[in-house]
């Protein structure tokens, strides 16, 4: 999977986990949702900045010289 179909693969599960959110009345599973959430986005944000902002920056840089 390329990177661009595996960050958007991660950004569809988080707005399924919020639309879960939105529809729950129970305050434990959104709690639990809410954690969750929080956990997926940290760890799509660190592989973002690990490859695609790195390749930005490092195509950049090439450029620039």
Do not use: G, P
Not at 15 to 40: C, P
């Amino acid at each position: 999977m390329d990177i661009y179909k595996y960050l958007k693969k991660d950004h569809d599960k988080v707005a399924d986990l919020m639309e879960q959110v939105i529809v729950t009345k129970d305050l434990s599973e959104r709690q639990t949702l809410f954690e969750t959430i929080k956990m997926e986005l940290s760890l799509h944000a660190d592989t973002e900045e690990k490859t695609f902002y790195k390749a930005i920056d490092d195509a950049t840089r090439s450029k620039a010289v």
